[in-house]
């Protein structure tokens, strides 16, 4: 009796609440949102659990305790309020206390709790049975099985024994057309990287969604989900019981790093920072202060971590704001302490290497579940590192096959996935900040720098920036470098950074989240001039109707990219002059560095975009003309008669050989045999 004048005292409490609450400019938040839901055919409403709390303390503090009760008899109530028979839902959000995933036991078991995370795991909606209705073969009698207000548990129970004949014997028929069923989808959601303690692995719970609520996220966001702890009951004779939360409510986020609370004071920290004339040195020598010079490679994981604006066309076309930077580099010149320098500043990070690391790993998989058979969606690292950086180590280890999965995600920013029935499209608007090695282990400055990489074309032409970093000797700079090494390891002190990392952290959300930077005339106007003058310069290069490709359109745009960050990095809403001439600095030092033909002594990205030199290039049409006069009538061209006619015109026998190889292997010539070749 006292549960049910609990149940009828918690109804009248929400009636008034949802009645009398009044917000901070005084309207009827909720009345008004009640309105709202039965207008648009709404089955829930939202609550905040702030405004409960300050309305009712003992009312909040039992939805936390008792939350089974308390969210039916409010359920009941809005079911009353809205004045049909439908199914409505009271959903709460917003608990005063996050717990962690890992911190979930068995105390909280029958209790609220609001957890934070993201969804890695999302397998497809079922429908749920709530009620049942069973027929009795002997009698005839119908009747709702489990009776009164029970609910189906995880498994549906017969009844023993029929309760419209009193008899036990023959068989109960399940009818499910007149059976309740609900939407139902389980999620698992997976502590944040960032919350998870150095070595240790991330944990993650189950979450049942159920009616509204399914569909409502997807893998790869974070989530925040207030939800009743449960234990499962699939085999009550075990002593081990698995834990999951049922949802009540559900919030994703919609904007990166909206999650980050941003308190005042650190707001006033961060304009006094903004008001520093040396903010922008200040940021870049904040970012690893442990290691010796490096100044530009420095700038652009700056650049990277603040990122450009992103833009919507009016036909919903996409323009990526993240930067993608790749360091190529002999061993030991602490790439990967930059990247790990990165990953430990950026609000959010996904680290990596490319030996450990599939395709399914780095993008989705559709991954079958052992116990059930069904298949589910799982994300992988670039989902999960969505509004933040992806950081790939060792990227040149990667097995080709899966190196293929990240083009998408690179340029169209989302993982499309087609497999066991499942077709899913996922965010992955994340910058990519990858490392690798050179192919013959230490770079070789006379040749191309695709000949140095193990990476395609494809993959090297999404990078909106590369360096090269080459252990040269030079005496006066090694003095310098032992010099800082040996006193970071005296004094671990002197490498103090010029910005705390957490402030250096709330700095770059600020930015990303308030500051949209717009190019000025002025700073179009450079852009434009740099991009015109470079291109004309190549036609006095021109040799043959060939001449090299010195930028094209997609450095342009990774200009405008760079100099909305250089922007961003000083908190201001335009892009000037300076920021214009920042960007187009770092984008000579890639170009000439990276994009150079060692040959022509030119600059030719399409070495980077194609995999072949302005030089070569040509050097292919010559012979492809070659071939095709000398092989009429079906008669094929030896290579040595090649090389004798290349010879006339000053070309080196090891090029033209290389030249016939890589013809040979594109199909665009074939070796009839005894290295006699014909064209296609």
């Known amino acids: 009796?006292?549960?049910?004048?609990?149940?009828?005292?918690?109804?009248?409490?929400?009636?008034?609440?949802?009645?009398?609450?009044?917000?901070?400019?005084?309207?009827?938040?909720?009345?008004?949102?009640?309105?709202?839901?039965?207008?648009?055919?709404?089955?829930?409403?939202?609550?905040?659990?702030?405004?409960?709390?300050?309305?009712?303390?003992?009312?909040?503090?039992?939805?936390?305790?008792?939350?089974?009760?308390?969210?039916?008899?409010?359920?009941?109530?809005?079911?009353?309020?809205?004045?049909?028979?439908?199914?409505?839902?009271?959903?709460?959000?917003?608990?005063?206390?996050?717990?962690?995933?890992?911190?979930?036991?068995?105390?909280?078991?029958?209790?609220?709790?609001?957890?934070?995370?993201?969804?890695?795991?999302?397998?497809?909606?079922?429908s749920k049975l709530l009620k049942a209705y069973f027929r009795h073969d002997r009698c005839g009698g119908e009747f709702q099985w489990p009776p009164g207000d029970e609910e189906v548990g995880e498994r549906v129970d017969r009844p023993t024994v029929c309760p419209v004949c009193g008899e036990g014997g023959g068989r109960f028929i399940l009818m499910r057309e007149r059976s309740l069923l609900v939407d139902w989808q389980k999620i698992v959601v997976q502590e944040k990287p960032e919350d998870v303690p150095g070595g240790q692995m991330p944990r993650s719970i189950p979450v049942h969604l159920t009616e509204d609520l399914v569909d409502s996220v997807r893998p790869g966001d974070r989530v925040s989900i207030t939800g009743i702890v449960r234990l499962y009951d699939e085999d009550s004779r075990s002593p081990y019981q698995d834990l999951y939360v049922e949802a009540v409510g559900v919030r994703a986020s919609e904007r990166a790093l909206e999650e980050v609370v941003i308190t005042r004071e650190d707001e006033e920290k961060i304009l006094e920072l903004k008001s520093d004339p040396w903010i922008k040195?200040?940021?870049?020598?904040?970012?690893?202060?442990?290691?010796?010079?490096?100044?530009?490679?420095?700038?652009?994981?700056?650049?990277?971590?603040?990122?450009?604006?992103?833009?919507?066309?009016?036909?919903?076309?996409?323009?990526?704001?993240?930067?993608?930077?790749?360091?190529?580099?002999?061993?030991?010149?602490?790439?990967?302490?930059?990247l790990q320098a990165a990953s430990r500043i950026a609000p959010r990070a996904v680290f990596t290497t490319g030996k450990g690391s599939t395709a399914a790993g780095l993008t989705a998989a559709v991954v079958r579940d052992?116990?059930?058979?069904?298949?589910?969606?799982?994300?992988?690292?670039?989902?999960?590192?969505?509004?933040?950086?992806?950081?790939?180590?060792?990227?040149?280890?990667?097995?080709?096959?899966?190196?293929?999965a990240i083009h998408e995600a690179m340029e169209q920013q989302q993982v499309s996935i087609s497999k066991a029935g499942i077709v899913a499209r996922l965010s992955a608007r994340a910058s990519v900040l990858a490392a690798g090695n050179p192919k013959l282990g230490l770079?070789?400055?006379?040749?191309?720098?695709?000949?140095?990489?193990?990476?395609?074309?494809?993959?090297?032409?999404?990078?909106?920036?590369?360096?090269?970093?080459?252990?040269?000797?030079?005496?006066?700079?090694?003095?310098?470098?032992?010099?800082?090494?040996?006193?970071?390891?005296?004094?671990?002190?002197?490498?103090?950074?010029?910005?705390?990392?957490?402030?250096?952290?709330?700095?770059?959300?600020?930015?990303?989240?308030?500051?949209?930077?717009?190019?000025?005339?002025a700073a179009s106007q450079l852009l434009e001039e740099f991009f015109v003058e470079v291109r004309s310069a190549a036609l006095h290069h021109q040799e043959g109707g060939q001449a090299p490709v010195p930028i094209t359109a997609r450095q342009l745009e990774s200009l405008v990219r760079l100099a909305e960050a250089h922007a961003r990095m000083a908190l201001r809403e335009e892009v000037t002059e300076e920021d214009a001439a920042a960007a187009i600095r770092l984008m000579t030092e890639y170009l000439t560095s990276v994009g150079m033909d060692v040959e022509s002594g030119v600059v030719d990205v399409s070495t980077i975009m194609t995999g072949t030199g302005f030089t070569t290039r040509r050097l292919m049409a010559e012979v492809l003309d070659l071939i095709k006069r000398g092989s009429t009538e079906g008669k094929c061209v030896k290579l040595e008669d090649i090389v004798a006619e290349m010879s006339k015109r000053n070309v080196e026998r090891r090029k033209v050989e290389e030249v016939v190889s890589k013809m040979n292997r594109e199909g665009i010539i074939y070796d009839k045999g005894n290295g006699c070749y014909m064209a296609v």
Do not use: C
Request: net charge positive.
């Open 443 to 521: 770079y070789d400055p006379n040749r191309s720098f695709v000949d140095n990489v193990n990476l395609p074309p494809t993959i090297l032409s999404r990078f909106d920036l590369i360096f090269v970093i080459r252990d040269t000797i030079n005496i006066e700079r090694d003095r310098k470098l032992v010099k800082h090494i040996l006193g970071v390891h005296a004094e671990p002190e002197r490498a103090k950074p010029e910005i705390e990392p957490e402030l250096l952290k709330k700095y770059i959300i600020y930015a990303r989240r308030y500051v949209r930077p717009k190019l000025t005339p």
């Open 1 to 126: 009796m006292g549960k049910e004048i609990a149940a009828i005292a918690y109804g009248d409490a929400f009636r008034e609440f949802v009645s009398s609450f009044r917000d901070e400019s005084g309207s009827l938040k909720y009345k008004e949102r009640l309105m709202r839901m039965l207008n648009f055919g709404a089955r829930s409403l939202v609550i905040e659990f702030g405004d409960l709390y300050r309305y009712d303390v003992a009312l909040a503090e039992d939805l936390v305790d008792k939350p089974g009760v308390v969210l039916k008899a409010f359920s009941e109530e809005l079911a009353r309020l809205a004045g049909d028979q439908k199914r409505y839902k009271v959903r709460v959000v917003g608990l005063y206390e996050v717990t962690k995933i890992r911190n979930v036991r068995s105390e909280h078991v029958g209790k609220l709790v609001e957890i934070e995370g993201i969804v890695t795991r999302m397998h497809p909606h079922k």
């Open 370 to 404: 052992s116990r059930t058979g069904e298949f589910f969606l799982e994300a992988g690292a670039l989902v999960l590192a969505d509004g933040g950086v992806a950081v790939i180590d060792e990227i040149d280890k990667m097995d080709p096959k899966d190196r293929v």
């Open 281 to 338: 040195e200040k940021i870049i020598s904040s970012i690893a202060p442990g290691i010796y010079g490096y100044w530009n490679l420095k700038e652009a994981i700056a650049l990277l971590l603040f990122g450009g604006q992103p833009k919507v066309l009016k036909d919903e076309t996409r323009i990526r704001g993240d930067i993608h930077v790749l360091f190529l580099g002999d061993p030991g010149v602490a790439k990967s302490q930059l």
